[in-house]
């Protein structure tokens, strides 16, 4: 079954393909299509006023942050990953425990107002602390275009950035792991992309189900293959349909001689009438 399958996807490939041969010659010479749409009786008349799209609902508060702190989101041709809300916690939780530390000691220990003031300060200290694991978390990210990964690694508040990309087209080889026990529970790891040339190799760290951001990039490796193979054939028949006018208008200016010899009266499947009687015409 699989084969006779196989055959028939054959079979439909080389008829697209004559298919699209055609189409491309016709183009370049601008022969007049074979057949013309028919509209329908209805759109004969006239044609109805389009009606305008419905104005899109407000996002609401949760919808924004959904948006705003999504594990992967994708927005047209662009795929963004984020680091897992796991690696969050491990990086806010000592200011975090901090800040319970300083909640109970304003409970217990603060009496005067010196205790006060110092209990405050060092809150403040611990909460810059907060933002910056925070915002040093949200501004990792890896996208996935039709055509680049991108690794972006931003410093909080505009400290510094460095971006890792390369073309799909490089990719060679993409693997996915899971370190340790915690990231098989909570369903996070890494994936490694192996590029060709001198370019470095891309890593997405900590990742939310590096199984699937595994397969999204090689969809988008296939999706790019398949458009540079469509570009490369697009030009190809332009080029074969170039060559076909270029044979044309040489054969209508006699500039090519004719390689066989046309038959002469008396002749037949260019076999001479001098040729010897003993043998056929297949064998002369």
């Known amino acids: 079954t699989i084969g006779e399958v196989r055959q028939q996807v054959q079979m439909l490939d080389a008829g697209r393909e004559q298919a699209t041969m055609r189409t491309a010659v016709e183009k370049h010479f601008q022969v007049p299509q074979p057949y013309r749409e028919v509209a329908d ?9 389009p009606t305008p799209a419905p104005p899109a609902p407000p996002k609401s508060l949760w919808r924004r942050m959904r948006g705003a702190f999504a594990s992967r989101l994708e927005v047209g041709d662009v795929v963004t990953y984020r680091k897992h809300f796991f690696v969050l916690l491990r990086q806010v939780w000592m200011p975090v425990g901090i800040f319970a530390v300083i909640v109970m000691a304003a409970i217990w220990l603060a009496q005067t107002t010196i205790v006060w003031a110092s209990l405050c300060g060092v809150s ?90 595994q397969s999204d990039i090689f969809k988008r490796r296939e999706q790019f293959r398949q458009q540079q193979r469509r570009r490369e054939g697009e030009q190809r028949r332009k080029e074969y349909a170039v060559l076909l006018d270029v044979y044309q208008q040489a054969i209508e ?7 066989t010899r046309p038959n002469q ?20």
């Open 41 to 49: 009786e209805a759109d004969t008349d006239e044609e109805a006023a």
């Open 124 to 213: 403040l200290l611990n909460f810059a602390w907060f933002i910056w694991n925070f915002e040093d978390w949200r501004n990792d990210t890896f996208q996935v275009t039709d055509r680049y990964v991108i690794d972006i690694d931003r410093r909080p508040f505009g400290f510094g950035e460095s971006r890792k990309q390369a073309q799909l087209s490089e990719i060679q080889n993409i693997r996915a792991d899971r370190p340790n026990i915690w990231a098989t529970i909570f369903r996070y790891g890494s994936v490694h992309i192996e590029t060709a040339g001198s370019s470095a190799n891309i890593i997405f760290e900590n990742v939310v189900d590096p199984n699937r951001v």
């Open 265 to 284: 009266p008396g002749e037949t499947l260019g076999v001479s009438p001098d040729a010897s009687p003993d043998l056929t015409p297949d064998q002369a």
């Open 253 to 259: 200016q006699q500039r090519i001689p004719n390689r």
